[in-house]
């Protein structure tokens, strides 16, 4: 993946992303404890990357599916990640880790959720 300055519609590059070992399907920016951006993407390689924006350094990797990522979500503390697996996960962001909260079965059920913690 790479990130890019965008200045008066002319794009220059800032960082090469390298960790993923597959295309990367979607990506979410995040800013983590309110003190740094980063992003998360998700990958053909089955895993959701959290990077920090301003070195570029991967802070954390999670193999979360057992097919490719196509879809990332945040709000708040919480990430959504959708995988071809047919499995829904919700994640608890906490400092760059992801621990899973609750897995959907299958993407064919109705899905709510409570966001209120």
């Known amino acids: 993946a790479k990130l890019w300055y965008v ?21 979410k920016f995040h800013m983590l404890d309110d003190t740094e951006l980063v992003l998360f993407t998700g990958s053909y390689d089955k895993t959701v990357i959290i990077w920090s924006v301003e ?3 991967k802070i954390h990797q999670s193999i979360c599916h057992s097919s490719f990522i196509y879809c990332i979500s945040l709000f708040e503390d919480k990430l959504v990640t959708c995988s071809s697996d047919k499995t829904v996960k919700l994640w608890s962001v ?5 621990r899973t909260i609750n897995v959907v079965p299958t ?3 109705e899905i709510l959720t409570d966001w209120s913690c």
């Not at 906490?94 to 992801?98: A, D, L, M, N, R």
């Open 94 to 98: 906490c400092s760059g880790k992801v």
């Open 107 to 109: 993407a064919s059920q």
């Open 7 to 27: 200045d008066n519609f002319v794009l220059s590059p800032h960082k090469i992303l390298s960790g993923h070992t597959g295309q990367v399907l979607c990506c």
């Open 55 to 57: 070195s570029g350094d």
